[in-house]
């Protein structure tokens, strides 16, 4: 019976947060703007490769054809549909991106609590460890891993490399939120309460952390974007007609710059990429006001 | 004295480091550079054992000796400016970076002091009204701006401002990429010079596009906070002129924290090279690199990466440098 009423309550906050974080999300025009075109995107991703057909086929006569209701964005450069492929593209991009969130925040969680909470020698190595890939180029690097890779990568493997990249700029960050946080007085009552070092972590810690590490998996799905992206634009993996990288880098191929007509297919992923980005940064903002109140302007 | 030498050899150490992790990094990874070099030249009708030795050539190293004699290799390699040699230059890969180093360093450098410079002014206008419609601007475009990748900013630079309006725009040869008007001749006349600066241009506003927000929000906040200081106050009312407050006592102070932020944003403008200098086809690393990976030509690859860490490294060691010289708390600290 306790168990039952435990749940309820939980059920009830978790509604009146949902309910709150609307409340701010409606008042502030933008950040719901951003929303909307993340959840688009997300819907997309999620239903739009099963309603949208894409068809491989060749069709030279169909060439760089100007948007119609057949072609809402026109064709490319072998007559197929640019619509579809971005829709199928979206798929995998959002996939990686939210595995690679996923990745590199708990890495960077784990080490980062590690650091901050044990200290000592721990921290130093682990913090040294961490400054180093901070120094180190991140995208060169993914593109070094990746040129040395034969096979074609599924979404898992893909997001594991990176979130090579990802992690030590967050472990750095969630370290000394966790060592400011270890200063506050109620962690100083609960270590005189003689409460275990559990407790201290798990029951007082942990939850002051989770709107900051919310924050930074939206950061990292923007960051997985930007690289995966890039990976396919510069050409480090397998050619995949539909991701958005390789459409822009064919549409250069063909000529894009100089030639109007391919600026249908040029410009729809470029467009996807900028609204997706921009999405989720507005979104982020969005979910900054909420997390931290003192942003928050009463209206 | 002692400050300087301890930050030297924590930039060599960290240079050492980096080059290890790396190695060692790629090659516990599935299937290895050499392996795939190989199977490339396989797949473009070489048979097998040429193939095999043709990339033993240019290895600086043999990939059957076990993990450590590679490394020892490499590394002997590394210090002795041996980097291998390109499969599709056919060229010292020293010699490709040679050739490509100065190009990069002159994009970069010129777009980072414009970048910095714009984020400074404008960080600290914000600074004093915040609030603004520019204040809420900046405070998304900024994050916008990182977010979004280069090569979109690229493109969209080429075709607005070189197609559209065709302000870069040669009537025979379509926008203006590359890293010249190749109708001249290299020389150190006066055509020549202005033809490269007025090649640079796009590809720098692109850098400045993508990297100018970032230096605004650093500015503002620490403007804001320096605003904040009893010394402000304090200098304010001894009835100082406003021009000499902004500059010299808030200017100077704000500036400050943004040097050791300069090492990212380094690393961040370098790993933007490959992009920038792909779409324009200008002749840097970035540029090589990029057209060295559809040729699996891993030892310009790597040789490239090195130097960019290397440069990033010793940028962020002399960013370091003159951070504590004109701040001179930080050695004590």
């Known amino acids: ?299 | 004295m002692r400050w300087v030498i301890r930050r030297l050899i924590t930039a060599a150490i960290t240079i050492f480091a980096s080059i290890t992790i790396v190695f060692f990094l790629i090659r516990v990874m599935p299937g290895n550079p050499i392996d795939v070099m190989v199977a490339q030249l396989i797949m473009q009708g070489l048979d097998p054992e040429e193939a095999y030795r043709r990339v033993l050539a240019i290895v600086p190293f043999v990939p059957t000796d076990p993990l450590w004699k590679q490394y020892i290799d490499y590394m002997r390699g590394v210090l002795s400016g041996d980097l291998g040699r390109s499969i599709l230059y056919a060229a010292p890969v020293t010699q490709i970076l040679i050739y490509g180093i100065p190009w990069t360093v002159f994009l970069i450098s010129i777009s980072l002091i414009i970048s910095f410079s714009l984020g400074i002014v404008l960080g600290m206008y914000i600074a004093y009204k915040r609030g603004g419609i520019l204040d809420r601007f900046f405070s998304v475009f900024s994050s916008v701006t990182r977010a979004i990748p280069p090569y979109v900013i690229a493109v969209l630079v080429i075709i607005i401002l070189g197609v559209q309006l065709k302000l870069f725009w040669d009537p025979y040869r379509g926008p203006i990429i590359g890293p010249y008007d190749p109708r001249l001749k290299p020389g150190f006349t006066l055509e020549f010079i202005s033809s490269v600066f007025y090649y640079a241009t796009l590809p720098i506003l692109s850098y400045v596009l993508t990297t100018f927000g970032i230096w605004v929000l650093q500015m503002k906040s620490s403007t804001v906070s320096v605003l904040g200081e009893y010394y402000i106050m304090a200098a304010e009312a001894r009835g100082l002129p406003e021009r000499r407050i902004v500059i010299s006592y808030v200017g100077r102070n704000a500036i400050l924290p943004l040097f050791t932020s300069l090492a990212i944003a380094i690393g961040h403008i370098f790993s933007g090279s490959v992009f920038i200098e792909t779409v324009f086809s200008y002749p840097g690393i970035g540029r090589y690199i990029s057209a060295s990976i559809g040729g699996r030509d891993y030892m310009v690859i790597s040789g490239c990466f090195l130097i960019i860490t290397i440069a990033v490294v010793l940028s962020n060691l002399i960013a370091d440098l003159l951070y504590s010289k004109l701040d001179p708390r930080i050695r004590f600290r």
């Open chain 1, 1 to 299: 019976m306790i168990n039952v009423s435990k749940y309820k309550r939980l059920l009830s906050s978790t509604i009146t947060n949902i309910k709150f974080f609307f409340k701010v999300l409606r008042r502030n025009r933008v950040s719901f703007a951003g929303f909307l075109i993340v959840l688009a995107f997300i819907i997309m991703a999620a239903i739009g490769p099963e309603i949208v057909q894409y068809e491989r086929g060749v069709d030279i006569r169909k060439r760089f054809l100007p948007p119609s209701w057949e072609h809402p964005l026109g064709t490319d450069y072998a007559g197929r549909d640019t619509f579809a492929q971005i829709v199928h593209g979206s798929r995998e991009v959002l996939i990686v991106a939210f595995l690679t969130a996923a990745f590199t925040t708990t890495v960077a969680f784990v080490i980062g609590i590690a650091s901050g909470f044990i200290g000592g020698k721990v921290d130093v190595v682990m913090m040294t460890f961490a400054d180093i890939f901070l120094t180190i180029p991140s995208f060169p690097l993914l593109l070094i891993i990746v040129t040395s890779l034969r096979k074609i990568l599924s979404p898992i493997e893909m997001a594991a490399i990176l979130s090579i990249v990802g992690w030590p700029a967050l472990a750095r960050a969630i370290r000394s939120q966790v060592l400011s946080i270890k200063e506050r007085e109620f962690i100083e009552s609960a270590v005189c309460l003689g409460l275990s070092k559990t407790h201290i972590l798990f029951g007082e810690i942990l939850p002051n952390l989770l709107p900051y590490i919310f924050m930074n998996l939206i950061l990292s799905v923007i960051g997985a974007i930007y690289s995966q992206v890039g990976l396919y634009f510069i050409g480090a993996l397998p050619f995949n007609a539909t991701n958005w990288g390789v459409m822009i880098q064919a549409a250069l191929n063909q000529g894009a710059l100089v030639n109007p007509r391919v600026w249908w297919y040029l410009l729809s992923p470029l467009a996807c990429i900028i609204l997706i980005q921009t999405g989720f940064i507005l979104f982020m903002h969005a979910l900054e006001e909420i997390f931290n109140p003192r942003l928050r302007t009463e209206a």
